[in-house]
């Protein structure tokens, strides 16, 4: 069964970092593109960062030298670790997946297996 799991949420001041996680089981994950999207009360769900399945990386604007996505070693893990955290950071994070493509996707609707999300709240 295929399935994304998060972790590494939880409460952290501003200017602290957190590293998330997302095991994926039943994939093989050197076949996927991965990508992690953040949603905020109220909003949209919106985009961070995203592993092709050669390596390439892109990020979003907001995130951009802050963050950085990344694979395990057992290539079923992904990462994000994310440094200098800002209030607005403060979402329920999300792992996705999807086929191998020949281009980066950033929008929700270009992935097909997501987690159930983890939480990450950043005071000021």
């Known amino acids: 069964q295929e399935r994304l799991v998060e972790s590494g949420g939880g409460l952290v001041q501003s200017g602290d970092s957190l590293r998330l996680s997302c095991l994926a089981s039943g994939l093989t994950s050197g076949t996927y593109d991965m990508a992690w999207f953040r949603q905020a009360p109220a909003k949209a769900r919106e985009f961070v960062a995203a592993?092709?399945?050669?390596?390439?990386?892109k990020y979003s604007d907001a995130v951009k030298g802050r963050f950085t996505i990344s694979r395990g070693d057992s290539r079923n893990t992904i990462y994000l670790k994310m440094n200098s955290l800002r209030p607005e950071d403060s979402a329920v994070y999300y792992c996705a997946a999807r086929w191998a493509y020949s281009y980066f996707g950033t929008e929700e609707t270009d992935y097909n297996k997501w987690g159930q999300g983890t939480q990450v709240t950043v005071s000021s």
């Open positions: 592993l092709r399945w050669n390596e390439e990386t």
